[in-house]
Every structure is written in structure tokens, then in C-alpha cells.
């Protein structure tokens, strides 16, 4: 038992004006150019953390393939709702999407290969809770690949360091890819 507070998601219409710019920034902000950076492999269990509307679920859906899968998890309904229409249109049965309310995702540990959080640091409260999470869920060679998207890199640097269960293994731009450090 746990007397911890349940997450707040932003409201319906913050929702939905980030999807539209979402929209609007794409020629810029492209999702399909930012994936090749990502090491996303055929076969892999993903997490996609603070999901939204999926802009890297669908594409990671499709390069991990049926033998792979791609936990979408968020606390937004709305997200939630998306996500799942948008498997079911291009049918992907390989993405499972999961509505939190707090930072355990229910997920079996020791299970995921790599955790995605973009875009999504930044509205994270509780640091520890979300590394402690992270640090569950991944194998012990499995990564995070986060960015530093509001927020400066230093600052993410210092966050990262400051838990003592990840290393930073390297940083590239506005991106990161950290491990966990090991497991007892
Ligand atoms: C700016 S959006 C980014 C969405 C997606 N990662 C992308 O880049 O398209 C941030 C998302 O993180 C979700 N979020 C915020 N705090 C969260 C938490 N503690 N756990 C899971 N999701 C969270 C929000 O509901 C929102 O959908």
C-alpha cells in the first residue's frame, strides 16, 4: 500500500492543442527522422513513456515488428484513446496501451529493451519515482533514449546523475541515451 497521490493529466483542450501542433510542426519536427537516431530493433519490448498521441508508438510498432511489442503508456485518456485507434487503423496488434495514474506502469520487470521519453521529461514531478520505474522495467542491457525537449541539457545531465541507478552513456544533441546501472 501507498499513499501516493495520483498524477493529474493536463486537461482535454491542452491535449488537443498539442496534437495540432504536433500537426503544424511536423516538416520541422519530424518523428520519422528523429527515429533513425533511435536503436530500435526487430524482436525488441519497448516502452513508450508519456506516449501522447503516438507519434513514435506507431513508427517503433512497425520497426520492432510481430515479434516485438510497444507498451504506450501515458496519463492522459485521451492518449490513450488515440493511440489505440490509430494501432487499429494500420493494424499494428503488437502495441499495447496502458492509462497510469501513478509512476508504476504495471509492467513485468526485467522485460523491456528500451524505454522511450520524448518530449516528456519535462513534465515529469517526481524524478526518482520515474527512474526507479525505469530501472524495474529494463533488462539489465536494456537503454532509455531520452531528450532534453524544455529543458536545459545540463540540467537533465545533473537530474540523471543525481539518481545514482543510471550511467549516461552517450549524448548527441538534444538526446540521450542512459543504462541502467547494475542490478543487485
Ligand atoms: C508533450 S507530450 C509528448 C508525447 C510523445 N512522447 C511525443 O513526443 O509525441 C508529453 C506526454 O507525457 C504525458 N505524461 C506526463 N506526465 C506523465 C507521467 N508521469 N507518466 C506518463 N505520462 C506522462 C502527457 O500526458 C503527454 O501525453
Known amino acids: 500500500m501507498t499513499n501516493e497521490k495520483k498524477l493529474e493529466p493536463m486537461s482535454d483542450l491542452h491535449f488537443k492543442g498539442m496534437m495540432w501542433l504536433y500537426k503544424l510542426a511536423y516538416p520541422i519536427w519530424n518523428p520519422r527522422r528523429h ?17 501522447g498521441p503516438g507519434r513514435y508508438t506507431i513508427p517503433a510498432a512497425k520497426i520492432v515488428g510481430p515479434q516485438g511489442k510497444v507498451f504506450a503508456v501515458d496519463i492522459h485518456p485521451l492518449a490513450i484513446k488515440v ?13 499495447e496501451a496502458i492509462l497510469l495514474d501513478s509512476y508504476h506502469t504495471g509492467i ?5 529493451d528500451l524505454i522511450l521519453l520524448i518530449d516528456t521529461f519535462h513534465a515529469i514531478s517526481d524524478h526518482q519515482a520515474l527512474f526507479r520505474e ?4 529494463l533488462k539489465q542491457d536494456g537503454m532509455v533514449f531520452m531528450d532534453a525537449e524544455h529543458i536545459k541539457m545540463p540540467r537533465v545531465r545533473e537530474i540523471v546523475e543525481a539518481t545514482g541507478i543510471f550511467t549516461i552513456v552517450e549524448c548527441l544533441g538534444k538526446d540521450m541515451l542512459i543504462a541502467p546501472k547494475v542490478k543487485q
Open 35 to 51: 527515429i533513425k537516431k533511435i536503436p530500435l530493433k526487430e524482436g525488441m519490448v519497448v516502452v513508450d513513456y508519456g506516449c
Open 83 to 95: 493511440v489505440k485507434e490509430k494501432a487499429a487503423r494500420e493494424s499494428l496488434t503488437n502495441i
Open 108 to 112: 513485468q520487470g526485467l522485460s523491456v
Open 134 to 137: 525505469m530501472h524495474r522495467l
